[in-house]
């Protein structure tokens, strides 16, 4: 049966979001068996495929939560993993529900303990020992072609060698090989502290996180202080000092500023700053050295309008400065998360090859389909969504008339289903865009229905592997309706599932469940397939294991019927002569040959993949190793001037609107600012580099 619906919200994450508290109100809790319990039940009762916690789950949940401890088998030996396995395999859903018994994460995390103690005391002894790193020899990094190992040996083995490799790296980064040493005794102290500091909270945690991902890969529990960072997420915006933090070696470094954030407006924190305390107003200063990051966020995190006292070390060429800075807290939006847009212009060709028309062809950035919930549930007038402000940008292109748009898609992981609708709803006036199937085979079908079309130009919606849920949504609708180009890499991400997020009682976070599964207009899934380009680039990316395809448990691709639409029949008929001619642009294009010549070069070195070299490059192999990763380097400013993929992209628009407009397009279109800046691309490239250097000091 197939019930046909307008968008009415339960508030569905891509999920969506369903609050309610299962535990009773305003008890603050903490995990126990009796929880534990309790969230499977709930889970089963929720999900779109599974109901019963039967010994095929049990087992999953085993395998999961042993390799949450030990992903690269280097603790537990195969005997260990052997009796863990006779013991619990097929009876962890007896022993949880018939007697309440979870002594099984007790004896798992005990042995588990164990052999972390023993390891870190093996390794103490490693560091004390000589290495030659003249020696021609290989590390195995193919977890899927290793088993644990049988004997001490086998495992003293491979801790040598990974030893040795984390030593060759660092003795690249600090110069000397004592000093390697020093520092990796000093992480390994850290994770040993780390893990004796673990409560049974967080152990449990860890279990229904392995517990959830049986069921399938976006099933998961969601602690409180990661509850709180998907919210932040979803509301582009959170109270605190807007930066972006990361642990090394027991500090807490400073690794960015958000724009327009109270750090950065204060202009006395900066990049690579060391945090070693963090004091509430005119309080006393808590030493953070060696605390968890999640914990030191949360002691600088606080309300606006607050004052957090940050306690650093500032190290220069000439001294190291330790500096108290008091910053107040501000409410911080995530704007370099939100929809931007700027206008680039693209020259056609004439007949005589020479320079055409002047096209402005109008780019439409979406990161990710956000929304605030909570300013939606409080029916705030001006709440931040994503299809709110592509509108708001789209206006900002039009009023500059622009001949074209390009919905750029790329990375972007998704988020509300809601907004997913409303952003394909901006395209046309009407219709259905997606269906949905709920657990015992009913399917709703969701509409835009508020008429009214914000764009009717030609259009193109840019993908790549990682645009994922929402994203395949909306594209996938486009592609339906045959209302605009895709153009990317040779399919989406391929997740076809919807998520409910549901709240807990305070201190215990939430579980997200997978509650149904999407369909497009079509009736095709993007299950495991994702969204087909209608271009496909050449792409490394394509090559890699992204997707769900690749996920344990991920669930099976299926077709429903067709939903009835109205298709537009703008692309399809277009569609050969657009394909034909990018194809030869990127045939002849310098900078696609070298992205062919490394796709052919990944699937020859197969073999090598699954191995490192512990061998020291020579000075001529490292000073190429780090001109390659200076060229990789993903922290810089976007530049169009290297996105190969943004420039084809802006060419075949150039032939989509000749196409449309009843011309044959000839010769190749140009982007003039890339012509201008062509010679001096790299100066000018340095000279920001140079800046931002200067900056930071």
């Not at 750029?408 to 006036?429: C, H, K, T, V």
Request: with cysteine; net charge neutral; charged share 35%.
């Amino acid at each position: 049966m197939t019930k046909l619906k307008a968008v009415h919200w339960r508030t569905l994450l891509l999920a969506g979001l369903f609050s309610f508290s299962l535990f009773q109100p305003g008890k603050a809790l903490s995990l126990s068996c009796s929880e534990v319990r309790q969230l499977t039940l709930l889970y089963f009762k929720m999900h779109f495929s599974y109901s019963n916690f039967d010994d095929e789950i049990s087992s999953r949940t085993l395998e999961n939560f042993v390799k949450a401890w030990d992903p690269w088998k280097l603790y537990f030996y195969k005997s260990d993993v052997e009796e863990i396995r006779s013991k619990y395999s097929k009876k962890l859903d007896d022993m949880i529900y018939g007697d309440l018994d979870c002594s099984a994460v007790d004896f798992i995390m005990n042995r588990y303990s164990k052999r972390l103690k023993e390891r870190h005391k093996h390794v103490s002894a490693l560091l004390k020992k000589k290495y030659d790193f003249t020696v021609d020899e290989y590390m195995m990094v193919d977890r899927d072609k290793l088993d644990f190992g049988s004997s001490t040996e086998e495992v003293n083995e491979r801790w040598r060698k990974r030893v040795k490799f984390q030593l060759l790296n660092l003795k690249t980064s600090v110069g000397d090989v004592e000093k390697a040493k020093e520092k990796l005794e000093k992480r390994y102290e850290l994770a040993l502290k780390r893990h004796n500091e673990l409560t049974k909270d967080r152990v449990l945690g860890i279990f229904l996180n392995s517990f959830s991902a049986s069921l399938d890969p976006h099933s998961s529990y969601m602690p409180a202080e990661e509850l709180e960072d998907f919210r932040i997420r979803t509301r582009l915006s959170l109270e605190g000092i807007g930066a972006s933090l990361r642990s090394e070696d027991g500090f807490t470094i400073v690794v960015s500023l958000v724009k327009g954030g109270a750090a950065k407006k204060g202009g006395l924190l900066r990049v690579n700053d060391k945090i070693i305390a963090v004091a509430q107003g005119d309080g006393e200063p808590v030493d953070v050295i060696d605390m968890d990051l999640q914990e030191v966020v949360k002691k600088i995190r606080g309300a606006r309008g607050t004052i957090v006292k940050l306690t650093v070390i500032r190290e220069t060429s000439k001294k190291s400065q330790k500096l108290v800075i008091p910053i107040v807290r501000e409410r911080i939006q995530l704007v370099e998360q939100q929809a931007s847009s700027e206008v680039i212009e693209v020259v056609s060709s004439n007949a005589n090859g020479r320079a055409g028309k002047k096209l402005k062809i109008g780019v439409l950035t979406l990161p990710s389909f956000y929304i605030d919930f909570e300013g939606r549930q409080k029916r705030l007038s001006n709440y931040r969504s994503s299809a709110n402000d592509a509108k708001r940008e789209i206006r900002k292109l039009q009023e500059q008339k622009i001949d074209a748009l390009v919905v750029d898609l790329r990375n972007n992981g998704g988020g509300s289903l809601e907004e997913s609708i409303n952003m394909a709803g901006i395209f046309f006036d009407e219709g259905p865009v997606v269906q949905i199937k709920t657990g015992d085979g009913e399917v709703e079908t969701y509409y835009d229905r508020d008429g009214r079309t914000y764009y009717d130009g030609p259009l193109l919606v840019m993908i790549n592997r990682h645009s994922a849920s929402a994203s395949e949504i909306f594209a996938g609708a486009i592609q339906d309706y045959d209302r605009g180009l895709i153009v990317g890499d040779h399919h989406t991400f391929g997740k076809g599932t919807v998520q409910n997020l549901n709240d807990l009682a305070p201190k215990l976070g939430a579980i997200k469940v997978t509650v149904n599964q999407f369909y497009r207009a079509s009736g095709a899934s993007t299950q495991l397939e994702g969204v087909v380009a209608d271009i496909n680039l050449p792409s490394l990316v394509d090559e890699l294991e992204i997707g769900e395809k690749f996920y344990d448990y991920a669930l099976p691709y299926e077709k429903i019927k067709t939903a009835k639409y109205k298709e537009f029949k703008l692309v399809d008929r277009y569609l050969p002569e657009i394909k034909k001619r990018s194809e030869m642009r990127v045939e002849k294009d310098p900078k696609f040959k070298e992205v062919r010549d490394e796709i052919e070069k990944f699937t020859k070195n197969k073999e090598e993949r699954s191995r490192v070299s512990l061998k020291e490059k020579k000075d001529d192999e490292e000073k190429e190793d780090e001109k390659l990763a200076e060229e990789e380097n993903t922290d810089e400013e976007y530049s169009l001037q290297d996105d190969i993929y943004m420039q084809e992209t802006l060419k075949i628009a150039s032939d989509y609107i000749s196409l449309l407009k009843g011309k044959k397009p000839v010769g190749s279109p140009s982007i003039p600012v890339l012509v201008e800046k062509a010679k001096p691309a790299k100066a000018s490239k340095a000279v920001s580099e140079n800046s931002k250097k200067e900056e930071k000091k």
